[in-house]
């Protein structure tokens, strides 16, 4: 979601009095939602023009929509300005939502500052439920984000963490403090878009640093998408030329990309198939019925990037962040990866199948701190009934998995870092299990774990192996900050700087 919604949360309810008088005098207000439906889910008291906006204010969101679903129950309905939208806060709801209604729930939302970011072009995220999804979806799946796939971008990952490991090294040798929210970004961030053009494009740093800007004006939650209707609230949000800036700017680097990649191919130069390769060789392919398009591609492209590099890297970050405020845990993942690895000098891939106790790690984080804590927002297709209410056609549904990760009766000490708590239970992330969804679930789950599992797995692996870590200036574990930032994903808000150390040889 955009990552300048308290600015508008605060913009929305400054401006809501001037609002009120302008909007209330050119058009008729907003329904309710789902004005005219029969037994709504109950709700918060609302302000006119603004909805709900007020109760998010000043708080991240999953945490003021955690604290208003005690109030108000695992079900609840806000507006937010005029979107109506339905909130699950439990795995009850959650299952209901993804699972008995998994069909009538698995659109997104498409908001108006993003169909001026897509402009028709379809990708996959924000696809509407449909043939195009569909398809895209399968070419993702089958194609893009195979467990084959993945397992071919292998020396990518591996040397990417190669550089990662030197950039700490070299801290260490110093005895410097290193800035690992920073590294991993950068780890991950160069390894997907690696693999995604391959790593001959020459200008593949300014690509990076132009993706990764248009990271920032993500649209979804921007003043012209939560008030539709209003030209005003257009006429004051600086999105729209952000957005028009951006997309002229990437067109042109993805139209070199694109030409590049036919060039080579045409001259038979490279055998190395990156995904990009993989989506004009099905370009060729698929049928004519529906054709993909050269602008599918460029929104897939696009989709690949922005889905797979901040969420994986935020995972990685919290780990290390929860691995240092848990000396126990630290030692035993480590422990653990020193022993598997003993006698060799590199962290490779093929020697991580033999860990068990570091992927509880990831599980544990995973349920304490998903990545996207509201998953991505899905739109009810058909009017139906969850736990007993009445949804109408065209809500927007937010599933509020961070809250559910840590849902009292169904998690034991719930804001406890606890990875052994897997150990007992066996619950996964693959879906099933609606109590732990931090890739979503249903149709729309996410295709890409296994890709972004990869990168986390070997440079945590890594990390713990080869090093071990101090916080800064003598800092107590219980001091180190895991306040949470606002942004597309939920990071770190301060970036995890740390003492990396070699550790003397036991051997
Ligand atoms: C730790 C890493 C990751 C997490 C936690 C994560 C989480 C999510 C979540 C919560 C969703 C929405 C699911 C729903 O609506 O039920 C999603 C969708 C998606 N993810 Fe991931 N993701 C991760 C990595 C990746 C990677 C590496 C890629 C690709 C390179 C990727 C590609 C996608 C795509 C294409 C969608 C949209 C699927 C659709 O709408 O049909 N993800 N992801």
Redesign the pocket.
Same mark, same amino acid.
């Given at each position: 979601m955009a990552a300048d919604l308290p600015v508008y949360l605060l913009l929305a309810v400054l401006l809501a009095i001037p609002l009120v008088l302008f909007i209330a005098r050119t058009r008729p207000a907003p329904r309710s939602p789902g004005a005219g439906a029969g037994r709504l889910p109950p709700g918060p008291w609302a302000l006119p023009v603004i909805g709900h906006l007020h109760h998010l204010a000043g708080a991240l969101p999953h945490r003021a929509l955690r604290d208003l679903a005690r109030r108000h129950g695992p079900l609840m309905a806000l507006r937010l300005g005029e979107l109506p939208v339905a909130v699950a806060s439990s795995p009850d709801a959650a299952r209901e939502v993804?699972r008995t209604h998994d069909a009538a729930f698995a659109s997104?939302p498409l908001s108006p500052m993003q169909e001026l970011a897509y402009q028709g072009a379809e990708?996959?995220?924000?696809?509407p439920y449909g043939e195009g999804?569909r398809r895209l979806?399968s070419i993702?799946t089958l194609e893009?984000?195979s467990a084959r796939r993945v397992q071919s971008f292998r020396a990518v990952r591996e040397d990417e963490a190669g550089r990662l490991l030197r950039a700490v090294a070299a801290a260490a040798a110093a005895a410097a403090p290193v800035n690992l929210s920073e590294r991993v970004a950068a780890y991950v961030a160069d390894s997907?878009v690696r693999?995604?053009i391959g790593s001959r494009f020459e200008h593949r740093d300014a690509y990076l640093r132009m993706l990764q800007e248009g990271l920032k004006i993500v649209p979804g939650m921007t003043l012209p998408d939560l008030f539709p209707s209003s030209h005003l609230a257009r006429l004051l949000s600086r999105v729209p030329a952000q957005i028009e800036g951006h997309r002229r700017g990437m067109r042109q680097f993805i139209d070199t990309i694109i030409a590049e990649h036919r060039e080579s191919r045409a001259s038979g130069n490279d055998n190395d198939e990156d995904l990009l390769d993989v989506l004009l060789r099905l370009q060729k392919e698929v049928d004519s019925q529906y054709p993909l398009t050269t602008e599918n591609i460029k929104t897939?492209m696009l989709?690949?990037?922005g889905?797979?590099?901040e969420?994986?890297a935020?995972?990685l970050q919290w780990a290390m962040a929860e691995l240092l405020r848990n000396p126990r845990v630290m030692r035993k993942a480590q422990d653990e990866v020193r022993r598997a690895l003993a006698g060799h000098d590199k962290v490779t891939e093929d020697k991580l199948a033999s860990l068990h106790y570091l992927p509880l790690v990831i599980k544990e984080t995973?349920r304490l701190h /998903?990545?996207?804590p509201l998953? $991505?927002?899905?739109r009810c297709g058909s009017a139906c009934r969850v736990l007993g209410f009445d949804i109408p056609e065209g809500t927007m549904v937010i599933?509020n998995?961070w809250a559910i990760g840590r849902y009292p009766g169904h998690w034991d000490r719930p804001d406890e870092f606890s990875p052994e708590r897997f150990e007992e239970s066996g619950r996964d992330f693959r879906?099933t299990d609606f109590e732990f969804?931090?890739?979503?679930?249903?149709?729309?789950?996410? /295709?890409?774990?296994a890709?972004? $599992?990869a990168?986390?797995e070997l440079a945590l692996a890594a990390l713990l192996f080869h090093f071990d870590w101090e916080l800064p200036g003598g800092m107590a574990a219980e001091e180190l900050d895991m306040t949470e930032a606002f942004g597309v994903t939920t990071q770190l808000r301060s970036d995890l700087v740390v003492v990396p150390r070699v550790p003397v040889s036991t051997g």
């Open positions: 993804m997104r990708g996959v995220i924000f696809a999804w979806r993702c893009l984000l997907t693999a995604i897939v989709d690949m990037f889905a797979g590099s969420t994986s935020t995972t995973l /998903p990545p996207a998953l $991505l927002p899905r599933v998995a879906g969804i931090p890739f979503g679930a249903g149709r729309r789950m996410c /295709p890409g774990m890709f972004g $599992l990168h986390v």
